[in-house]
């Protein structure tokens, strides 16, 4: 009898409490994903411009010579107007072709001035009018990235009467937005 008690409680504790326990402490069944998103981003910029064509006519009116008098003529304020944005640091960059060949005499490049009328990270004195040349001058740059800066620019042609003789002058001005490292 002591052998069929033996047998019952074993037969009873691996036959119905060790299931039963399983039941109640088992864990519930969970299954673990991850997933990694990778996004890489360059160093980008761009540059806008708009009304970048500007066309001035001195006419035989007096305004002619009122602007040799004075010794330059202006061209209209916010014209043209930049606009730099730019994900780091960055350097906004001018240079001038100069003035195509007016039948024997060629305009000097410097004659050509450009002012940014905007307020915002203007470098080397181009908050007033200076010079441009055939190599890039920086005109303006940030330590960080912006969105959509503007830059209002003007430009003035140096007059002169003993050298600028009647015709057309053209003149290309080329301007690079870049980050720098």
Known sequence: MRSFKFLFVLFFLLYIVWPINNIIWAAEDVDTQTSIIVLSIPATCHLGITNQDQTKTLAQDGTAETAF???YTQFTSGKPTLTVSS???WKLTAKSS???TNGTYKKATSDLQLKDTGSNNVKNGFNSYK???DTDQEIASSASGVKKESHPLRYRILLDYSKDIPGTY???V?????TQP
């Open 69 to 71: 008098e004075a010794g």
């Open 87 to 89: 994900n780091k640091n």
């Open 98 to 100: 100069g003035f195509n």
């Open 131 to 133: 010079s441009l040349s």
């Open 170 to 172: 053209t003149a290309t």
């Open 174 to 178: 080329t301007y690079t937005l870049a």
